[in-house]
């Protein structure tokens, strides 16, 4: 397939945004050293606006080539409903009503483990709260659990290793932990009604593996950083919250109605609009909504499918000439530079494909979604959760993509072994 020169400009400026993610702890930097200029240093250092700001530099060279009618046309031809809910989750999830009651359970399970508090909590935020992914859906998932563990551990001055190999384990779990059924997971969804992969067939041959995974992986970080999770004291909490019960139960009718109509955005924003109105009236039972995040998040997966379109030309000829081995492989390097449902999607269309081409694909991208912030389309809500407690309010890739590889190898031998 010969590119057009649109798609070859989208795929640079996709490598360059790429490369961005890795320098925006440089760019916060240049905004210290640099206060004249440093509301476009903040700009460029915000990992959220990355794909947001280089998909404008697209458009607009779209629209100079190709003219404004022509760009609008393309913009209306994309998807966003991920971006979208994305956001709506994220924000519904992280309301206080439905921590309570996600912390109530999770402090109910910790105390039956046979550790101290601290110990056996965090192990459930990060074993226990990321399965919860694959039906609460992974943004919900990651945002529940992220704001526990900055809540309970980030801020509390934890070390800079644990919070690397934390944000590691965290990002692999809630990748690999949708799996276990057919609805919510961002990369099974785009495939699961055209292979008519249905509840039993993804806990058969994707569920077990992933939940075996992700226990190890939640059990490794546990024991490795036991001593300091031990001095943090965290405490188990009661059973009684200081949100009224009806008001949770409401709330979990919003996220449930939100989740039952992830793919029509009419119904689910219009589902948010009533939580709004709910959130202000009862606004003694919530804290800040975290607006700003959640839009930050949105912004970065719409420009993540505006860029990530201009892709397809070269990304499903590479996964068509792979076999199985070398395709699970190739789909978890390639994940860490493009979105894992985007990869599932494009696979999807190769044709003649058999059941061992698509267990490979998927497995893939679901292992290698926590080696970046790209990678997985809940991680850039963890990310902006997270960010203000690590130095200079950013996040190391590097450092991101290093403490990922030890749970990552994990999955791939459950998805490659057994």
Same mark, same amino acid.
């Given at each position: 397939? =010969?590119?057009?020169?649109?798609?070859?400009?989208?795929?640079?400026?996709?490598?360059?945004?790429?490369?961005?993610?890795?320098?925006?702890?440089?760019?916060?930097?240049?905004?210290?050293?640099?206060?004249?200029?440093?509301?476009? !240093?903040?700009?460029?250092?915000?990992? #959220?606006?990355?794909?947001?700001?280089?998909?404008?530099?697209?458009?607009?060279?779209? /629209?100079?080539?190709?003219? @404004?009618?022509?760009? @609008?046309?393309?913009?209306?031809? %994309?998807?966003?409903? #991920?971006?979208?809910?994305?956001?709506?989750?994220?924000?519904?999830?992280?309301?206080?009503?439905?921590?309570?009651?996600?912390?109530?359970?999770?402090?109910?399970?910790?105390?039956?483990?046979?550790?101290?508090?601290?110990?056996?909590?965090?192990?459930?935020?990060?074993?226990?709260?990321?399965? &919860?992914?694959?039906?609460?859906?992974?943004?919900?998932?990651?945002?529940?659990?992220?704001?526990?563990?900055?809540?309970?551990?980030?801020?509390?001055?934890?070390?800079?290793?644990?919070?690397?190999?934390?944000?590691?384990?965290?990002?692999? *779990?809630?990748?690999?932990?949708?799996?276990? =059924?057919?609805?919510?997971?961002?990369?099974?969804?785009?495939?699961? /009604?055209? !292979?008519?992969?249905?509840?039993?067939?993804?806990?058969?041959?994707?569920? !077990?593996?992933?939940?075996?995974?992700? %226990?190890?992986?939640?059990?490794?970080?546990?024991?490795?950083?036991?001593?300091?999770?031990?001095?943090?004291?965290?405490?188990?909490?009661?059973?009684?919250? /200081?949100?009224?019960?009806?008001?949770?139960?409401?709330?979990?009718?919003? %996220?449930?109605?939100?989740?039952?109509?992830?793919?029509?955005?009419?119904?689910?924003?219009?589902?948010?609009?009533?939580?709004?109105?709910?959130?202000?009236?009862?606004?003694?039972?919530?804290?800040?909504?975290?607006?700003?995040?959640?839009?930050?998040?949105?912004?970065?997966?719409?420009?993540?499918?505006?860029?990530?379109?201009?892709?397809?030309? !070269?990304?499903?000829?590479?996964?068509?000439?792979?076999?199985?081995?070398?395709?699970?492989?190739?789909?978890?390097?390639?994940?860490?530079?493009?979105?894992?449902?985007? &990869?599932?999607?494009?696979? /999807?269309?190769?044709?003649?494909?058999?059941?061992?081409?698509?267990?490979?694909?998927?497995?893939?991208?679901?292992?290698?979604?926590?080696?970046?912030?790209?990678? *997985?389309?809940? *991680?850039?809500?963890?990310?902006?959760?997270?960010?203000?407690?690590?130095?200079? #309010?950013?996040?190391?890739?590097?450092?991101?993509?290093?403490?990922?590889?030890?749970?990552?190898?994990?999955?791939?031998?459950?998805?490659?072994? &057994?």
């Amino acid at each position: 397939m =010969t590119p057009t020169t649109i798609q070859l400009t989208g795929t640079l400026l996709f490598a360059i945004a790429v490369a961005h993610t890795f320098m925006t702890k440089y760019f916060e930097r240049l905004a210290h050293q640099q206060p004249k200029h440093a509301g476009t !240093w903040h700009l460029l250092g915000e990992v #959220e606006v990355v794909f947001g700001f280089w998909a404008f530099v697209l458009l607009g060279f779209m /629209s100079l080539t190709s003219g @404004t009618a022509a760009t @609008t046309a393309y913009l209306e031809g %994309l998807d966003f409903t #991920e971006p979208a809910f994305v956001f709506v989750i994220m924000v519904v999830a992280a309301s206080r009503p439905v921590l309570e009651l996600c912390k109530m359970l999770a402090h109910a399970l910790a105390r039956y483990l046979p550790f101290e508090d601290s110990v056996a909590f965090y192990f459930i935020c990060l074993s226990v709260i990321p399965l &919860l992914g694959s039906f609460i859906t992974e943004p919900a998932a990651m945002t529940v659990a992220a704001l526990m563990l900055r809540d309970n551990f980030y801020s509390r001055g934890i070390s800079h290793r644990l919070k690397y190999v934390t944000l590691g384990a965290l990002f692999v *779990n809630v990748s690999i932990g949708g799996t276990l =059924t057919h609805f919510a997971a961002p990369p099974v969804l785009m495939v699961a /009604s055209r !292979w008519n992969w249905d509840l039993w067939y993804m806990l058969g041959h994707f569920g !077990w593996k992933a939940a075996i995974a992700a %226990l190890v992986n939640a059990g490794l970080a546990t024991w490795l950083f036991r001593d300091e999770l031990r001095a943090l004291n965290v405490k188990a909490e009661g059973t009684r919250a /200081s949100v009224p019960a009806q008001l949770i139960a409401l709330h979990v009718l919003f %996220l449930s109605g939100i989740v039952f109509f992830s793919h029509h955005p009419v119904v689910f924003v219009g589902v948010f609009l009533l939580f709004l109105g709910v959130a202000e009236a009862y606004r003694h039972y919530h804290d800040r909504l975290i607006l700003r995040e959640g839009l930050l998040v949105g912004f970065f997966l719409a420009g993540l499918v505006t860029l990530g379109t201009q892709q397809q030309w !070269w990304l499903q000829d590479v996964l068509a000439g792979m076999d199985s081995t070398a395709l699970y492989f190739g789909a978890t390097t390639l994940t860490a530079i493009t979105d894992n449902a985007a &990869l599932t999607y494009l696979g /999807s269309l190769v044709q003649g494909t058999d059941d061992a081409f698509r267990y490979s694909l998927v497995a893939g991208a679901v292992t290698g979604g926590g080696l970046t912030v790209i990678a *997985n389309a809940p *991680n850039p809500a963890a990310f902006a959760i997270l960010r203000g407690s690590f130095d200079d #309010e950013a996040i190391n890739p590097l450092g991101l993509l290093v403490t990922a590889l030890p749970p990552t190898l994990v999955a791939i031998i459950a998805f490659q072994i &057994l």
